[in-house]
């Protein structure tokens, strides 16, 4: 479960650029994003229901290092982060900005990522081409944050998620691919988007430009959500298959002169069900699980 928040907890970002829908970024500039995202978790095991309540957030900062042809290598930092998990069961979370923060082991991992500088190489589309760090914060997770009696099963659990490969697919999934066109009033377009790690899903997403001036492009864009078909995974024992699938909506204001987001607000919601497999069931066993969500980004 913590992967599969992991995973839909990871932000987005829209550009788009002046002249047309593309970065228009000044190298040694930094450029920043505020985060907030709310998911409600709901699964029903034997009848019985389960919720599961997610906070994630914080500011990040890009700053551009270089520009080759077309090609924007940047600095990536997490400057602030806050997670909290709530449920019935337990509760735990993390506040970099909270001087009182107690330990636990998911403040461990999330304390190394504050501060420690990734690169993303991008182009002026909006195309994640490589991001690398993100191995050493998996390594360093391992030895520094983790207590021993849990370095094991944590340590599966991140491997799919903090690797240089799969962080790039997942901000890839997240930052909007835009067409070579000028962002005028009632431009479309869409795109497929492919995101392997710890939940495979495939999102087909329609973008509209609703109005365009000089300073400000607004638009809008729904999607749908599935997951990989025949995905599943092993946990404890079990084997879990995945049939979820669901809708995404989002509305942004884009600075029309740098390309970065003023504001942008994102829905999702995904539902279906996960059926568990295990020696010790008679049967398959469904549980009915939906997930919605809510993320709010604000230029810093």
Known sequence: ?????????????SLVGSAQLRYNLEVGKKYGLKQLTSQNITQSIQGMAQNIKNTFGGDITVTIKSK???VYTSDLIYESLIFKMESPMFSMGYDSTDENQEENAMSG?????????????FNHKGEVLEVTGFADVLEKMQSEAVGQSMAGAVQESLKG???????????GTMLIVYPNDKP????????TMEQSGALPVTSVFNYKVTSATG?????????????KEGFSQETMGMTQHFDLNGNISMTAKIDA???????IKQTQTLEGNISI???????????????????????L
């Not at 479960?1 to 970002?13: E, N």
């Not at 998620?161 to 901000?171: A, C, I, L, R, T």
């Not at 607004?218 to 599935?226: F, Q």
Request: proline content about 5%; hydrophobic content about 40%.
């Open 1 to 13: 479960m913590k992967k599969l928040i992991l995973a839909l907890s990871l932000f987005s970002i």
């Open 68 to 70: 080759d042809g077309d």
């Open 109 to 121: 991992m999330f304390k190394i990522m504050v501060g420690h500088v990734f690169s993303m190489k």
């Open 161 to 171: 998620q903090f690797s240089d490969e799969s962080m790039k697919q997942n901000m």
């Open 184 to 191: 005028a009033a009632g431009l479309t377009w869409n795109k």
């Open 215 to 227: 300073t400000v492009v607004e638009m809008e864009g729904t999607g749908t959500m599935t997951t």
């Open 257 to 263: 002169k740098t390309g970065w987001p003023v504001s």
């Open 277 to 299: 497999e295990s020696p010790q069931l008679p049967a398959p066993m469904e549980v009915p699980m939906s997930i919605k969500g809510e993320s709010t980004y604000t230029a």
